[in-house]
């Protein structure tokens, strides 16, 4: 069993939210660990170990300060503006004290590129406002000195508290169709798998780009369609396909550069796997 590491104090900015919350749980046991929320939240208020921040109105300098964080991870959510602000306070806050960021980004960097996975290095290229903001704050932590800032783009997220998941079971109890993207070839991941690979990042001092999806590739209706079986939900779903392109299409992000241990990647069944627990 791993030991509590105090050498690092860890603030998670959205660690009320799916991810930031599983990262929050994967590592407050190791490192002195705080996180931030945004609505009201009784139970949170009274963990000394979290502070309500509001994008949109708070300063992230008092938090900052309060906290001194040696590692800050961003998966915050809101305005995108407001992100790009907020995330230009973190890189100056990081170059100053000499501090390490994670900044959970999105395949969506990549989603103007549609003939081939994605890898680290390759240049990125958007079409969507989420991707191009994205693109923006990956941007200014590559200006950063390599050591100090460590970029996660992921693909999609599931999981059984998911909120994709828990659509799922929602439009099937109410009779709503679930989109589907038959020509949409993807890779998907955890929310679990993923906070395991970020513990890894920390404890091994990792900084650069790093790819955290499956191995293994997969069309979105296919994939979709395997989950509502697995939740036995089967008999009682009907989907609305949806196609954005006459040909395959594909938003992969796959490593080549920095790869992780083989008992920290994850296969597409894996996934289904855990859904069954």
């Not at 050591?147 to 109410?174: C, D, N, Y």
């Not at 697995?230 to 779903?237: E, F």
């Amino acid at each position: 069993m791993l030991k509590r590491e105090d050498k690092h104090i860890v603030l998670i900015l959205g660690a009320s939210g799916f991810l930031g919350g599983s990262i929050y749980k994967e590592l407050r046991a190791y490192f002195k660990t705080f996180g931030t929320y945004n609505t009201a939240n009784t139970i949170l208020e009274k963990n000394k170990h979290f502070f309500q921040y509001n994008i949109e109105e708070d300063d992230i300098y008092e938090i900052l300060e309060a906290v001194k964080p040696t590692i800050i991870i961003s998966s915050i959510r809101g305005d995108f503006s407001k992100q790009v602000l907020v995330h230009q306070h973190l890189t100056e806050y990081v170059l100053k004290h000499k501090i390490k960021i994670i900044f959970i980004s999105s395949a969506n960097v990549f989603d103007a590129y549609i003939k081939y996975p994605s890898y680290e290095l390759d240049k990125t290229y958007s079409n969507s406002m989420y991707g191009h903001f994205k693109i923006k704050i990956e941007n200014m932590l590559l200006r950063l000195p390599k050591k100090q800032a460590a970029i996660i783009r992921l693909p999609m997220v599931f999981g059984v508290q998911s909120p994709r998941i828990q659509e799922f079971i929602k439009f099937t109890k109410e009779n709503e169709p679930i989109e589907v993207f038959p020509n949409l070839i993807m890779n998907v991941t955890t929310d679990e798998k993923v906070t395991q690979q970020i513990h890894y990042i920390i404890n091994r001092n990792k900084c650069g780009i790093f790819h955290l999806g499956s191995s293994d590739l997969v069309h979105h209706e296919d994939f979709i369609k395997e989950i509502i079986d697995t939740l036995m939900l089967k008999q009682i779903s009907s989907y609305k396909r949806v196609y954005t392109t006459n040909n395959d299409r594909y938003l992969a992000v796959l490593p080549k550069y920095n790869k992780l241990p083989k008992h920290l990647q994850i296969k597409s069944d894996d996934i289904l796997t855990g859904l069954k627990i």
